[in-house]
């Protein structure tokens, strides 16, 4: 059974910084897609980022420069590194595994001063 963990969310003023964390478990992230999603209040949920088996990144272009996908193979871990982040970015994110089709519970990110 897959199952995905999210954590690290919380307030931030804008510009500030997160990290967030994806503990898998039931799936070997380092030869898995792994992936981040999030989903603002009203709208619909959005592709943020991902990353391949082979280590090769993909981000939304809302995000690219700023956000940072990562694995840490032997915690089975994906982490989401977010810089400079915006009011905009307030979402719901979730941990996505693309080959399972499974997500977490979400982790709630505020961006407000």
């Known amino acids: 059974q897959v199952q995905l963990v999210e954590s690290g969310g919380g307030l931030v003023q804008p510009g500030g910084s997160l990290r967030l964390s994806c503990a898998a478990s039931g799936i070997t992230a380092s030869i898995n897609t792994m992936g981040w999603d999030r989903q603002a209040p009203g709208k619909q949920r959005e592709f943020v980022a991902s990353?391949?088996?082979?280590?090769?990144?993909y981000y939304a272009g809302s995000v690219k420069g700023r956000f940072t996908i990562s694995r840490d193979n032997a915690k089975n871990t994906v982490y989401l590194q977010m810089n400079s982040l915006k009011p905009e970015d307030t979402a719901v994110y979730y941990c996505?595994?693309?080959?399972?089709?499974?997500w977490g519970q979400g982790t709630q990110v505020t961006v407000s001063s």
């Open positions: 996505r595994s693309y080959s399972t089709m499974s």
């Open positions: 990353i391949r088996s082979a280590g090769d990144t």
